[in-house]
């Protein structure tokens, strides 16, 4: 067989990848068994991706990942059969019934309801209503559903841009008589997202909900279908009238949670149940056929509500992580640069080092706006009770009680897009909007499950599924 005959045939493989295919007389999609110096493996050999060498085998096992097998470890390879993947999601009309809440979905990207192109490594989104038919019908049961893809973004590279255009589509969406507002995020970012849609679209009559995946569509333990369809219910059929996040609540496919969308973090790199809302409770629980409401308190639907569009943002802001022998060069060179607006996340209650004076004193002849949050993100900031804390509030830094980081960050970015004057900004800051700020946080919010701990692996068992 030519190289490129056998390339064609095995899509991509070269060099040693190539060798061991070719040496046990299999190809990709073969359903194989591989004997390795490290162990038995068992999957379907998947196509070789654009951005990876040429020295390994890409296997999908059962359980949905993916694994590498270095060539030069493999003893053996055993075909079981062939099993080509197709990844074309059969497009089905989506059926409008009057009657039904009209709900629009925004794409910005993200994997909710898409699948993995194996040999680009690319995440192909399934968005039309069509596709997002063809692959979770229930969706129909809830709403008439139109879909716009405003961008296709790492949620990572979601900025001022992305976030001025979101705000004015939704807005635009909400005035031409959508009931709800559904947008496909990325996980990694969705909540900063979240926060600064609660301050560029204020007081909207209808629910606007984020929602993503962690685990693309292809995937056995995928939580996309189900993040979904408790979205899109959330959005047709609930009374929260707010900017909130809807995604797994546990890790079993049991139910998601809506929280509020200055109060929720991504909290793990990897599980499902990544979000959770910090400093109070999320908003409520919602599997497909129910809601339940946590919280009593919160903005309800009203068609005749005038929403209030600001989009107004300035780049000029930046966040920085306070650690221990932090110099003050840190603070001093983001001055110079010609930052207008820093927030801090302190230790403790709000503390960074006496070193660093120096340069919050440069900050406040500046006219550098400078805010503190906390690091522990459970708390507030109590910059009257120590030492430390009155001296750099006489330096000018603004503590921001119980606002989580990221959040600060989103709305002085904001809120320096309104003006520039300390104290104007600084009411601004202060001012409760969607809840970013609260007067205590409650009880049972902050639960603290220590693994190993012999009360908590009673409790734990007893609520083990």
């Not at 970012?189 to 606007?208: C, D, K, S």
Request: net charge negative; glycine share 10%.
């Amino acid at each position: 067989m030519s190289n490129n005959a056998a390339e064609k045939t095995n899509n991509g493989y070269r060099g040693p990848g190539l060798a061991v295919l070719d040496k046990h007389g299999v190809g990709v999609w073969s359903d194989v068994e591989v004997k390795t110096t490290g162990g038995k493996f068992r999957g379907i050999i998947l196509p070789r991706s654009e951005t990876s060498d040429d020295k390994h085998i890409v296997l999908k096992i059962c359980s949905g990942y993916n694994i590498g097998l270095a060539a030069e470890t493999i003893e053996l390879m055993t075909e079981h059969g062939s099993r080509k993947a197709n990844y074309q999601i059969a497009e089905q009309e989506f059926p409008i019934e009057p009657g039904k809440p009209n709900v629009v979905l925004f794409g910005t990207g993200g994997t909710i309801a898409s699948r993995l192109d194996y040999r680009s490594g690319a995440v192909i989104p399934a968005f039309s209503p069509g596709e997002l038919y063809g692959s979770v019908p229930e969706l129909a049961d809830y709403c008439n559903l139109r879909t716009e893809e405003l961008f296709s973004v790492f949620s990572e590279n979601m900025g001022p841009e992305q976030y001025v255009e979101l705000a004015k589509n939704i807005a635009q969406a909400i005035e031409y008589g959508a009931d709800g507002i559904v947008v496909g995020h990325g996980t990694d970012t969705m909540h900063h997202t979240a926060a600064i849609l609660t301050f560029m679209v204020q007081n909207p009559p209808v629910p606007i909900v984020l929602v993503g995946s962690q685990r693309s569509s292809d995937r056995p333990s995928s939580d996309a279908a189900l993040n979904l369809i408790c979205a899109i219910k959330t959005a047709a059929e609930s009374d929260i009238a707010e900017v909130v996040v809807c995604m797994f609540g546990p890790t079993s496919d049991q139910y998601c949670l809506i929280h509020r969308g200055t109060r929720v973090r991504k909290m793990h790199s990897s599980y499902r149940s990544t979000f959770r809302t910090l400093g109070d409770v999320p908003l409520a629980m919602i599997d497909p056929k129910s809601i339940t409401m946590f919280r009593e308190e919160y903005r309800k639907r009203d068609p005749k509500r005038q929403m209030i569009i600001n989009t107004n943002y300035s780049d000029e802001v930046t966040l920085l992580y306070y650690y221990p022998g932090m110099k003050p060069d840190v603070l001093e060179a983001m001055i110079e640069t010609g930052y207008r607006g820093i927030v801090i996340a302190g230790t403790g209650l709000g503390h960074v080092n006496k070193p660093t004076y120096r340069a919050l004193k440069l900050a406040q002849e500046r006219g550098v706006h400078v805010y503190m949050t906390v690091q522990t993100l459970w708390g507030f900031a109590g910059m009257y009770v120590y030492e430390t804390g009155r001296e750099m509030m006489k330096l000018g830094v603004v503590p921001l009680a119980n606002m989580l980081p990221e959040v600060a960050f989103m709305k002085l970015s904001w809120a320096l897009g309104q003006s520039d004057d300390l104290e104007e900004v600084k009411s601004i800051m202060l001012k409760t909007i969607g809840d970013e700020i609260t007067l205590r946080e409650p009880y049972n919010g902050y639960l603290l499950y220590q693994g190993a701990v012999p009360e908590v692996q009673e409790f734990l068992k007893s609520i083990k599924r």
